[in-house]
């Protein structure tokens, strides 16, 4: 079976490439075929190690021209997916099966919701990463999705076991300190991050994430500067994000709009209690007391002192609450099930 990804596969920061990178490496009884465009020595070095993976093939856009492959499948909405999708069916004389994986709710404030809507369209089979977005599809679309497969989380690589120690004094951190991760950007809700951070000003809150735009970064850099225990570290690689993990008190991830978190199933991989609000695909990931508890936004007083809470835990009790979420994370959301989940899938269109 040939699977061609129309993705560059071998970027290690963008979620949507490591998704489907999982999928290839856990896989080995297909061919898969993706394009490479390394942006950092780190994607250079671990692309190097993947492309030498014999069922793993490295190809150019002429390619899609001279090789006939049985699926084509996306797991992002860009004109260059649908594109390629298009010539992939083309050359099998419409033999080969359209899979798209809607990743995020569908929202008209996206930049690529035109394409989005005509992934959903185009496609022969659609898959989505939440309940949450498939009853969205449903909504606006009217179509049903044909399957539900969450996004997974590398177990070995996301363990407290695999942490390596950070040098808080050359960063600025105290202890004790709580993480916001990701895009700073008006969805995800920084603003909410910040004003929690003012309610504890003997706690650091340390954001870690890039930008969308040079107007964002100024905005959310200029806010930061208003709180003395707000350190802003931009983005980082995956491990410095997984070390300040292993010994952070909480993750707060206030986003009003998810398709399926990763962060935060990485974070309770890492045994860290997660605070968000009950919206989007969120009450798909915080589980009460399993790993974490959802807070309306109307009353951060309540955020703050949920973590006051968590700073008084025995460390017995954060042992306990860190086992429940890593058990919960490896039972759901293993990249070793939901590979097993594709593979079921992909074999079941093309018998179809």
Known sequence: M????????????????????ELTLRNPQFDFYSFSKPTSEED???????WNQPHIH??????????????VHHASATTSNLTASAIAKMRSFGKCVHIFTAPIQPHKEDKYYKQYVNSVRQADVLAAVSHAVADDIQIQFGRKVDAVIPSGV?????????AQPIDYEK????QPFVLFVGVL?????????????????????????????????????????????????????????????????ALVFPSELEGLPLTILEASAMGLPILSQPKSAMPEAVIKDVTGWMFSDEDLHIWAEKLQEIQNWSETSRNNFADKARQFVSENYSWDLV??????LYTQVLVN
Do not use: C, H
């Open 44 to 50: 250079k070095t671990l692309g190097n190690l993947l």
């Open 185 to 249: 950007t008006p969805r995800k809700r920084p603003d909410i991050f910040m004003q929690i951070a003012s309610l504890l000003p003997e706690f650091d809150f340390v954001m870690i994430g890039g930008f969308y735009s040079p107007q964002e970064q100024e905005k959310y850099t200029k806010e930061a500067l208003e709180y003395s225990n707000v350190k802003l570290l931009g983005a980082l690689p995956r491990s410095d994000v997984r070390n300040l993990m292993a010994t952070a008190l």
């Open 58 to 71: 490295k190809i150019s856009p002429i390619d899609l021209l001279k090789t006939p492959f049985d699926i």
């Open 2 to 21: 040939r699977i061609l990804y129309p993705i560059n596969l071998d970027r290690w920061k963008f979620p949507v490439s490591s998704s489907l990178r």
């Open 171 to 174: 960063l600025k951190i105290r």
């Open 154 to 162: 590398d177990l070995n690589f996301f363990s407290p076991e695999a």
């Open 339 to 344: 590979a097993r989940q594709y593979a079921n």
